[in-house]
């Protein structure tokens, strides 16, 4: 089974205009961390953000956010005030269990197109 | 540049041919991951390292890959006898421990065509 569903697989976004990524994940442990990766045409993977599952406030970092809603298992990444650059793919990724060290498990991915 | 390096970036081959890639993680990093990437999918973990170690492999790595990190620092991944279905981006991660906010930090990846 999935354990991370990014069921946006296209989104558009004005330049200067917010934008929230979709990201939803499924696990049984109690412990686990959630992450955002931005994938640009080059192919590296940029880490962006990490909420872990114990912190209570949202995480941010700069124009990106994540609204993290434990209940619904719902991770979801906003990123404000979009630019030209941010045009690329993002990856949702959770890891499980309390040990570091552990494989990420990534969704499929959206792929954000930012419009002058 | 003190990330995580990659080489090659690209490479073609033959089927059946033998291929070797090389992985630089951050130097004061003990864990390393390889992870593989095809088209419109995220990645896929293939296989961990700490230290020298091989802690963790994927089913998805079978008996034609192997890796190594022989002395903890830079590791390789190989695949024998390649087939045209390991055409994909093989992606390299690293990190240090730091408990469960440990970040993996990837490589530029080397992708991978085999004709």
């Known amino acids: 089974a999935q354990k991370i569903t990014q069921t946006q697989p296209g989104m558009f976004v004005q330049e200067k205009e917010a934008v929230t990524l979709d990201c939803t994940y499924d696990t049984s442990d109690q412990s686990y961390g959630l992450f955002w990766y931005k994938q640009p045409s080059s192919g590296e993977m940029i880490f962006l953000i990490y909420?872990?599952?114990?912190?209570?406030q949202n995480a941010t970092e700069g124009r990106y956010s994540l609204n993290f809603q434990k209940a619904r298992k719902s991770a979801n990444l906003v990123i404000s005030a979009s630019q030209l650059g941010d045009s690329a793919m993002y990856f949702c990724?959770?890891?499980?269990?309390?040990?570091?060290?552990?494989?990420?498990?990534f969704g499929k991915g959206t792929s954000l197109l930012v419009t002058p | 540049d003190t990330g995580v390096s990659q080489n090659p970036r690209h490479k073609i081959t033959k089927r059946g041919q033998n291929v070797t890639f090389r992985c630089d993680p951050i130097?004061?990093?003990?864990?390393l991951y390889w992870y593989r990437q095809t088209l419109g999918q995220g990645p896929e973990f293939l296989t961990y390292?700490?230290?020298?170690?091989?802690?963790?492999k994927s089913r998805l790595l079978s008996d034609r890959f192997s890796a190594e990190r022989p002395k903890g620092s830079f590791s390789t991944l190989e695949i024998q006898r390649t087939e045209q279905g390991d055409s994909a981006m093989y992606l390299c991660?690293?990190?240090?421990?730091?408990?469960?906010?440990?970040?993996?930090?990837f490589g530029p990846g080397t992708r991978l065509l085999v004709l």
């Open positions: 130097s004061e990093h003990n864990r």
């Open positions: 390292f700490q230290n020298e170690a091989q802690l963790e």
């Open positions: 909420q872990g599952s114990y912190d209570e």
């Open positions: 991660a690293s990190s240090s421990p730091g408990g469960g906010q440990e970040t993996q930090y």
């Open positions: 990724a959770m890891r499980e269990g309390q040990n570091s060290g552990y494989a990420l498990n």
